[in-house]
């Protein structure tokens, strides 16, 4: 049963580009949070998706920033005309729904964003 | 404002003693609290977790243990040993369908052979 996937792993963009990442949840996962974590500190929430729905975007800055999960293919975090400031590593967490509530959050190996 | 505080930046242990990770939290409607280990250029992995209705939860070598009076929590790990080495975090949730979760800062733990 493969684990959560992201791709890629790590992402070099220069100012003012944009950068997509990818994240393909657990098999029989439905939920998808993102996460980003800048340098000497912990994983702060940014967005949680179902399939076709954003459920909570309370994290995300409000320019620039987007995510998608399709009825098909991966979850998408796009981050538009990126910044210095956005270097950091985007984590990808998915999970099931027991009961109405989400269940363990299963991280993937992270994409590292370099923009220069 | 942080509301997940980990206070010990790094710790370092002997192999085969206990390693005990402690955790610090102020909003009072977290919950449900979970460790994570996370190895360098890895993601976290899931550890283990405690709802606020329990004060002990044990797994293998890894206990936590939660003062909600206190608002603290801590991972015991015994015996340590060096593939335990990583960073560890601590986490939190609120009551509801999203579960996001908040995370500390981590603290690095170093066992020494």
């Known amino acids: 049963n493969a684990g959560v996937m992201q791709n890629p792993r790590h992402l070099v963009r220069r100012r003012g580009q944009e950068a997509r990442l990818r994240c393909s949840p657990m098999k029989g996962h439905s939920h998808v949070y993102w996460y980003r974590q800048l340098p000497e500190e912990g994983l702060k929430f940014m967005v949680y998706?179902?399939?076709?729905?954003?459920?909570?975007e309370s994290g995300m800055p409000k320019e620039r920033f987007s995510a998608e999960f399709p009825k098909e293919g991966p979850s998408i975090l796009r981050i538009q005309q990126v910044v210095r400031g956005d270097s950091a590593a985007y984590f990808c967490a998915s999970s099931t729904v027991v009961a109405g509530v989400t269940d363990t959050q299963y991280f993937g190996p992270g994409t590292r964003l370099t923009v220069l | 404002d942080q509301q997940v505080k980990q206070n010990s930046p790094s710790l370092s242990v002997q192999e085969g003693r206990i390693s005990i990770l402690n955790c610090d939290y102020t909003n009072s409607m977290f919950d449900y609290f979970l460790w994570y280990k996370k190895y360098p250029a890895e993601g976290p992995t899931f550890l283990i977790s405690?709802?606020?209705?329990?004060d002990k939860n044990e797994d293998g070598r890894f206990t936590v243990f939660l003062n909600k009076s206190a608002k603290h929590l801590s991972l015991h790990i015994v015996p340590s040993q060096p593939g335990d080495s990583a960073v560890y975090f601590c986490?939190?949730?609120?009551?509801?369908?999203?579960?996001?979760?908040?995370f500390g800062s981590g603290t690095q733990l170093t066992v020494l052979p």
């Open positions: 998706l179902q399939k076709e729905n954003i459920i909570d």
């Open positions: 986490a939190a949730s609120v009551p509801g369908s999203a579960r996001q979760l908040t």
């Open positions: 405690i709802s606020s209705i329990k």
